[in-house]
């Protein structure tokens, strides 16, 4: 939301810029658009702290404008995804406003986390920690200013996490539901999924200190993935199924396995959910393999379409991630310098990997434009709150989160009027990356991805659900079939790869001969007999 466009001159985007920039979402041939909170907030978390779940930040535009969104959006052939934060509040939502004045034992501290302490309520209630760093726990004051309870945030302390077990948590979050859908969007992506619900009794975790919020270890974890929150999706479920044409949910969830994810979506549960183990794999083939096989494993049984993701909001940009030398595992150690160019290479090749398989696929605004994370932001321009509580070790996701360049040679390249300082300043160098620059060159990545897209819709063989590997007996290499003879090759290894009697080239993401040269990737037409 605050990257995208700026059409009311604060260096922030909103609605207005996105309804400007619609034909260039037209254009690039995506079917849906997935929106970050727009909602009131105070923006301690860049707006996923929320104070009111059922209108809009003045400085995002209004509700009206929301509603013209979303009429020139479907007139454009473009649905609308909304995000819905449902683990917790902002500290200034009238819910958490009101708990702290009812004091301890009352009904209003029971929409949150309100506990004492132990070691003579001096020491958090448990060992739980915090998404951004830090216990999860915060104390709070009495209006006479002596200490008393604490509160539950797996986020930053200005989110407090609501009890998902109190009647009235169930039925407020039922109408923003209802509010959302009642105004037509067309799905609904759920945040941090897996902390909605936690272990009775709130029992320790057992984390080393100083440890990490590495969730995709964690298994039986007392306050991640627990199997209670399957009734809260079950719940949605059942309200969305009541509205008429297909809407759909997208869970945000990153858990232990990809058998732990086919949870999310079992037939009475959510639509689809993002796929952080694609994201987070290494450009190696072998894991890349993996990642693929465990997730069309895992989800075939439950009967939910796949997605792939390879950049978000909260994640390193995809190119600046391939340009360093590859980790042998998720998150193994990272190192070497930058080589953008290589980065760059592998992002192009990513994305025909990404396109070319079964089921969904997740784009991060910007990712068209090959745009690189941003890694030497200024300390005084960093907004994520990771960075304060981390005590400056992580510099957080504003890297990713730079607005986008859309034309000019200068900054704010067309993001905001010409005298504004955009949120994030933007590099001088992004001269070269803007969409108008791009949309000039029919080799730039703009142009890559338009064409990638627009062959997705037409061409047969991607439409089924059909796949298969080919054994290519090279490690280095990713070759597969889909439907009515359709081919995609990926070169991950260091040699060129010969491509005769293989197909006839439709789209590749660097140019090719007779050969497929490292880190590049290529469509196929192929004789649907073979
Ligand atoms: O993120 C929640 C979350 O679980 C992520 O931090 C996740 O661990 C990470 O993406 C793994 O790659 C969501 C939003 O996407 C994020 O921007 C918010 O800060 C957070 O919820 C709190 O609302």
Redesign the pocket.
């Given at each position: 939301m605050r990257s995208f466009a700026d059409s009311n001159g604060d260096g922030l985007g909103d609605v207005g810029g996105l309804r400007a920039r619609l034909p260039h979402l037209a254009e690039l041939g995506v079917d849906a658009l997935w929106v970050?909170p727009w909602y009131p907030s105070p923006m301690a978390?860049?707006g996923?702290?929320i104070t009111d779940h059922r209108d809009v930040d003045p400085r995002f535009g209004t509700l009206a404008d929301v509603d013209a969104l979303l009429e020139e959006a479907h007139g454009l052939g473009v649905r609308v995804v909304v995000?819905l934060?449902a683990?917790?509040t902002s500290e200034q939502h009238p819910w958490f406003v009101a708990a702290l004045a009812a004091g301890p034992g009352s009904a209003e501290r029971g929409r949150y986390f309100f506990r004492d302490g132990r070691a003579g309520g001096d020491q958090p209630p448990n060992d739980w920690i915090s998404?951004?760093g830090g216990p999860a726990w915060t104390r709070v004051t009495s209006p006479g200013g002596a200490p008393e309870q604490w509160y539950l945030h797996?986020?930053?302390p200005e989110?407090p996490d609501v009890d998902w077990s109190d009647p009235q948590v169930q039925q407020g979050y039922d109408d923003v539901v209802r509010f959302w859908l009642d105004r037509g969007v067309d799905g609904i992506r759920v945040?941090?999924a897996?902390?909605m619900a936690k272990a009775p009794g709130l029992p320790d975790a057992g984390h080393a200190p100083g440890a990490r919020?590495d969730?995709?270890l964690w298994q039986d974890s007392p306050h991640w993935d627990v199997d209670e929150v399957h009734a809260i999706l079950r719940r949605w479920r059942a309200i969305s199924d009541g509205y008429p044409g297909d809407r759909a949910f997208v869970t945000?969830?990153?858990v232990h396995s990809a058998e732990r994810l086919s949870r999310y979506v079992r037939p009475d549960e959510m639509h689809t959910t993002f796929n952080?183990d694609f994201?987070?794999a290494p450009w190696r083939a072998e894991r890349l393999r993996q990642v693929i096989d465990a997730t069309l494993a895992a989800l075939r049984p439950v009967g939910a379409p796949p997605t792939w993701v390879l950049s978000?909001?909260?994640?390193p940009r995809h190119v600046t991630r391939y340009s360093r030398e590859q980790p042998a595992e998720r998150g193994g150690p990272v190192s070497g310098p930058a080589d953008l160019a290589v980065g760059l290479r592998r992002a192009r090749a990513a994305t025909l990997l990404l396109l070319a398989l079964p089921g969904g696929a997740y784009l991060y605004q910007g990712e068209e434009l090959g745009l690189p994370e941003v890694e030497d932001l200024p300390v005084d321009a960093l907004q994520?709150?990771t960075w304060e509580r981390s005590g400056h070790t992580v510099r957080g996701?504003d890297g990713c989160r730079v607005p986008l360049p859309w034309s000019g040679e200068a900054p704010p390249f067309g993001f905001t009027a010409t005298d504004v300082r955009p949120w994030l300043p933007q590099p001088p160098e992004w001269a070269a990356l803007t969409v108008e620059r791009q949309s000039a060159d029919p080799e730039s990545t703009l142009s890559l991805y338009r064409a990638a897209l627009r062959l997705r819709r037409e061409l047969p063989g991607l439409a089924g659900e059909r796949f298969r590997w080919d054994d290519d007996g090279d490690g280095s290499v990713l070759a597969f079939t889909r439907g009515a003879g359709f081919g995609c090759l990926v070169n991950l290894g260091e040699r060129p790869l010969p491509l005769a009697g293989r197909g006839v080239a439709l789209l590749s993401s660097s140019p090719v001969t007779d050969e497929l040269p490292p880190d590049t990737a290529v469509w196929l037409e192929r004789d649907p007999a073979t």
């Open positions: 970050t978390d860049g996923y702290d995000d934060v683990n917790h998404a951004f797996t986020f930053a989110q945040d941090a897996p902390a919020f969730s995709h945000e969830a990153v952080f994201l987070h978000s909001h909260d994640d994520d709150p996701r």
